[in-house]
């Protein structure tokens, strides 16, 4: 435990990750433990990484990994933790009030602890216009358990005829489908609070309209979108086509918070791709929708998994 305070002192302002695996005969079958998570935000001190770790070995746990940012200058700690217990000699809620007790002495920010086989999934709501590649996406990757969540309904202002993928899949898995017909003048919105309140985020899969701020504040929990990398060069109508045009080399799409100004919410992920010029514009969408859809997937199973923390105002530290 020394030399992982000294390496936190000497690279404080990197992220430090740490991975540990104890497969002696002395360790308890891997077949009664249970999987947790904990992440942590604090001002920074000496001893915090001790007091996180003594907390799960004393009660019999084991660390898997563990990732530590301490931003240079700005007197922050940030950690996630991979840890595997006996959920049997360490209750669930006991685990929470070990916790609870380290963030109350050092005055944590955010001490947030997950145990996905004993926790409730997240419950999500995804939002969705006329393209479909990202909801349908997203509703495969729940399907066959790529993303953690469950779906409490689908909403677009869009509508979609009974013999659609996407209505066909959602009738068959019991997922409600609400068609809310938007405007200039009234884009839906109290409609789209009262089918959300139970949800814990909301998923925008390449939804074109703009949430306001009064819906944003009165939904008051996150929102992840998804777009195109194209921007800013290429706004409006088509950009993938003004892209092609414009015979530029590199594609991408940008998952991030939703916030009240428009496509300027701390990042989440980014990914990339060339083109060139042997790519017709059927393969120059293609492959930018491919991207978008990696990129939310990517996006929700980071946030569920507790990888992603705020940062400052407009940024985020991604474990």
């Known amino acids: 435990m020394n030399n992982i305070r000294r390496l936190c002192s000497a690279f404080s302002s990197k992220l430090v990750r740490f991975s540990y695996r104890n497969y002696s ?11 947790g998570i904990h992440v942590f935000q604090c001002p920074d001190a000496i001893g915090i990484v001790a007091k ?8 019999g746990g084991n660390i898997l990994a563990a990732d530590v940012f301490v ?3 700005k007197g922050l700690f940030y950690s996630r933790t991979d840890f595997v217990f006996d959920h049997v000699k360490w209750p669930r809620s006991q685990m929470e009030d070990d916790f ?37 996406d997203s509703l495969h990757g729940w399907q066959d358990g790529r993303l953690p969540v469950d779906i409490t309904c689908v909403i677009s202002n869009h509508d979609r005829g009974p013999e659609s993928e996407v209505i066909r899949f959602l009738e068959r898995h019991g997922i409600p489908f609400h068609y809310l017909r938007t405007t200039t003048e ?19 899969a390449r939804y074109m309209q703009i949430m306001s701020t009064d819906f944003l ?57 060339r083109v060139s010029h042997r790519d017709d514009l059927q393969s120059f969408v293609q492959k930018s929708e491919n991207l978008e859809k990696q990129c939310l997937s990517m996006a929700i199973r980071s946030y569920c998994e507790l990888r992603v923390l705020p940062y400052e105002e407009k940024s985020t530290v991604v474990f």
């Not at 290429?234 to 045009?245: E, S, V």
């Open 71 to 73: 931003p240079q200058n």
């Open 25 to 35: 005969h002395n360790s308890v079958s891997s077949s009664f433990l249970t999987h």
């Open 100 to 136: 609870l007790k380290i963030s109350k002495k050092i005055n944590a920010v955010r001490s947030i602890l997950r145990v996905p086989a004993l926790d409730p999934k997240y419950k999500i709501a995804v939002l969705a216009s006329n393209q479909g590649h990202c909801l349908i």
């Open 186 to 204: 009234n884009k839906r919105e109290e409609d789209i609070l009262k089918l959300v309140q139970n949800t814990d985020f909301l998923v925008l």
């Open 52 to 59: 996180l770790s003594d907390c799960i070995a004393s009660n």
């Open 217 to 273: 504040r009165s939904y008051g929990k996150d929102i992840i979108n998804i777009h195109h990398c194209l921007l800013p060069s290429f706004r409006g109508g088509n950009p993938c086509k003004q892209a092609y045009d414009a015979g530029v080399k590199l594609i991408g799409a940008t998952s991030h918070f939703v916030t009240e100004g428009v496509d300027a919410g701390p990042i989440i992920e980014q990914m990339v791709e």
